[in-house]
């Protein structure tokens, strides 16, 4: 009977040696989205000093440029985000948020191919609270950004 136990012992280090291999797999993969920069920002004028490979995801995020919405024949949209400096051209096909307008701050996921950003989807950014602090901070940089709680101080 002695086998049978030696069998036991051997097949449970085996799993454990299994378990960590698969843990480790993971770790890595994990490791390589986040390095692989799934959402780094860019605004666009650093999009366009330095322009991402056309297979790198990432984030841009800036304000829609007023006139520059297009609707096409289907779902597909382009327009324009500016972040005061610089403006890259947006391409979109799907449902865009309820609070996507002109003018209004907005974070697109996607990729840069040939001067056009693919965006796979769009957040609309309205509110101070949701904007991200990256975008935030490059508006007010470029003085585009007015504060919605200072403008109004008199207390209507």
């Known amino acids: 009977m002695a086998g049978m136990k030696g069998l036991k012992k051997q097949r449970r280090i085996q799993i454990v040696i ?3 291999v698969a843990l480790g797999i993971a770790a890595g993969l994990i490791g390589y989205a986040f390095k692989d920069g799934i959402n780094y920002f860019r605004d666009p ?3 366009l000093a330095e322009p991402p490979a056309p297979n790198e995801v ?4 800036g304000l829609v440029a ?10 597909t949209v382009r327009f324009v985000v500016t972040d005061g400096a610089q403006s890259v051209p947006v391409v979109f096909t799907g449902i865009l948020p309820d609070l996507f307008s002109e003018n209004q701050g ?3 996921t996607g990729v840069y191919v040939d001067g056009v950003f693919q965006a796979s989807e769009i957040l609309a ?3 101070e ?6 975008v935030l ?3 007010k940089d470029d003085g585009l950004y007015k504060d919605p709680n200072a403008a109004d101080e008199t207390g209507s």
């Open 58 to 61: 990432f984030r841009i995020g």
């Open 18 to 20: 299994l378990a960590f």
């Open 137 to 139: 901070d490059s508006l």
């Open 129 to 134: 609270s949701y904007m991200p602090k990256e």
């Open 106 to 108: 907005m974070i697109g």
């Open 125 to 127: 950014k309205h509110d």
């Open 66 to 75: 007023e006139g520059s919405i297009e609707r096409g024949q289907s779902e």
């Open 45 to 47: 004028s650093q999009i």
